[in-house]
């Protein structure tokens, strides 16, 4: 039987977080506002060079969108719009000729709103992290200031422990970069984080940052000291943000990244930690009906699994 991958998207509330912390706003209210701003008429344009110096732009779309008000569930695909080079051969000529042709790309989604996460397939030239960065991009043109919501793929999480393995078998680290965004938690972690915030994010609360990226270079021809206290401790705030969070989940939820490069241009970060996908029957991609039914029991049984 001939499968297809689902991959699935962790969408984190930022720009308001602190709000939702201290009980001014409820996660209803930030549901019902998402299922009734999510909208059709936005496009995210994606601006980039290629590798000649050409400038490239890529538009993505909302089309096909389905609404449950009562489940608050979002049915839809984003519409991928790129131009590529193609080359044909001529025998006359004896040369290539090369000339740019547009495209289109469809990936669709089953979006649980009340669940905080995106189901998703992909496309030959649409992958999995591309599909992340045109949602959000998309779910933030539905409001009227960019950056109400950061997107994360759900991936393999990794504690303390195992990043700094990773760190100090790359060798001589020239470069080390941390990223964090507050938490959106589960219910019974809000609780906790309303009753204690705990030091961590306390301190991000009064200063209202809602991300915080340090970066560390060296030139010394041993390079940083991952085992140094100073990076211990920015390691440990950032991966371990309150004691009622399981280990590993910071970077799991997208929380967390750590980017790291090492003199010889190797690298490390935890976006390459292999993303969580379930199979479905393939046939079920090109009936809606069967499409959300599938996505829907995969939800469950994937959220379950990882609590």
Not at 58 to 76: R, V
Request: hydrophobic share 35%.
């Amino acid at each position: 039987m001939p499968t297809q991958k689902l991959y699935f998207l962790k969408i984190n509330l930022n720009s308001e977080i602190y709000d939702l912390y201290n009980g001014r706003i409820k996660k209803e209210d930030v549901y019902n506002d998402i299922l009734r701003r999510f909208s059709e008429k936005n496009e995210f344009i994606k601006k980039e060079f290629s590798p000649e110096g050409e400038k490239r732009e890529t538009k993505f779309e909302f089309i096909n969108t389905i609404k449950n008000e009562k489940e608050k569930t979002i049915y839809g695909e984003v519409l991928k719009q790129a131009k590529i080079k193609t080359k044909r051969y001529d025998k006359k000529t004896r040369k290539f000729i090369y000339k740019r042709i547009d495209t289109n790309e469809v990936v669709k989604f089953y979006y649980d709103i009340r669940k905080e996460t995106v189901v998703y397939n992909i496309a030959n030239r649409f992958g999995y992290t591309e599909f992340c960065a045109a949602f959000e991009g998309l779910i933030n043109k539905s409001f009227p200031f960019d950056g109400k919501f950061k997107v994360a793929v759900y991936r393999e999480g990794v504690n303390i422990d195992e990043i700094k393995n990773k760190l100090l078998s790359l060798g001589c680290i020239r470069l080390l970069k941390i990223n964090f965004i507050p938490p959106n938690p589960r219910d019974e972690l809000l609780e906790a984080i309303e009753k204690n915030g705990e030091k961590r994010l306390n301190e991000l609360k009064e200063a209202n940052v809602t991300e915080r990226s340090v970066i560390f270079k060296s030139a010394n021809s041993k390079g940083l000291n991952i085992n140094s206290s100073m990076l211990n401790k920015e390691l440990k705030n950032a991966v371990d943000i309150h004691s009622d969070m399981l280990s590993g989940e910071a970077v799991k939820r997208g929380y967390v990244t750590v980017q790291a490069e090492e003199g010889s241009g190797r690298t490390y970060t935890t976006e390459d930690n292999r993303p969580f996908t379930v199979d479905i029957n393939k046939k079920s991609v090109e009936d809606i009906k069967l499409f959300i039914i599938d996505c829907r029991k995969s939800l469950i049984m994937f959220l379950e699994k990882h609590k």
